[in-house]
């Protein structure tokens, strides 16, 4: 483990190119079998060419750069099936597993699909709407295909990583915010964990990902939730020396 931990945290921010051998044997030692056998699937029908390397490893996913045979290029968010590795261990040693502890873990799998699911089609709502997104290409089970930002296996970065100029930075709140309004407006979703954690730059642009959190507007939370986004947004921009509107004028641009 500490040496698949070590070759990948020079890739952490998602600016390494890895496509050498032994970075392509960590990543298969890192996934499980049923995540092989998903990708082994993906690959025989084509989808791609190639698993190079790790862009991010997260709590919850970790995400591969991977290429087609015609060269373009392609981001796999894996979510991590912990338990469900302990149940294949455990029927591997032929322990009894009480038929509780199975439901609940078959439980606990339907609940995360329908959620990895619910995620491509959050997706899809922003890409619908114009708003610039990693499009999906295919979800199967845990692993999630979708469009790569960034080129020649360089992820574009995180806005918290992107070092822009003060002007740019200007254009990039002004961009956000009027996407933020799109998002709740057209999209009727609020991101919910939105920050410069989960916005990609890339050529002049912002890129929002990671909606795992997002909710429909008639979540009892959702504005809660956005008003949290408005939050993190504000802050970010604010510290960076970005004259940023208030929060409730912020809210209300949104909202109105
Ligand atoms: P979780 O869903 O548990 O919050 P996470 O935060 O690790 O997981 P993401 O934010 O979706 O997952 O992705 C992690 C990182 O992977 C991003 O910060 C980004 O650097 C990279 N990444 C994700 N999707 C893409 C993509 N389509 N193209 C390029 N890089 C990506
Ligand atoms: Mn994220």
Wanted: glycine share 6%.
């Amino acid at each position: 483990t500490t040496a698949i931990r070590g070759s990948l945290r020079e890739t952490e921010i998602g600016r390494s190119r890895n496509t050498d051998k032994a970075d392509r044997a960590t990543v298969e030692q890192a996934l499980d079998p049923r995540t092989r056998m998903v990708l082994f699937r993906m690959l025989n029908r084509g989808v791609f060419n190639d698993v190079n390397g790790c862009i991010s490893t997260g709590k919850e996913a970790n995400v591969y750069h991977a290429t087609k045979s015609d060269g373009s290029e392609l981001a796999i968010k894996v979510y991590k099936t912990s338990v469900l590795e302990i149940t294949v261990l455990d029927m591997a040693t032929v322990v009894t597993i009480p038929r509780k502890m199975v439901k609940t873990w078959a439980e606990k799998e339907q609940r995360n699909l329908k959620r990895y699911w619910l995620y491509t089609c959050f997706i899809g709502r922003l890409h619908a709407a114009g708003i610039r997104c990693p499009a999906v290409i295919l979800l199967r089970l845990h692993v999630l295909v979708m469009e790569f930002i960034g080129r020649d296996g360089w992820a574009a970065p995180r806005l918290k990583d992107a070092a822009l100029s003060l002007d740019k930075l200007r254009e990039c709140y002004l961009e956000l915010i009027i996407q933020m309004r799109v998002l709740y407006q057209k999209c009727k979703l609020v991101h919910g964990d939105l920050s410069e954690y989960n916005i990609l730059y890339f050529e002049g642009h912002l890129y929002i990902i990671d909606v795992s959190q997002s909710v429909d507007l008639d979540h009892p939370l959702a504005l809660n939730f956005l008003r949290e986004d408005c939050d993190h947004v504000s802050d970010f921009f604010k510290k960076h020396g970005v004259a940023v509107m208030t929060i409730p004028e912020l809210f209300d641009f949104i909202v109105d």
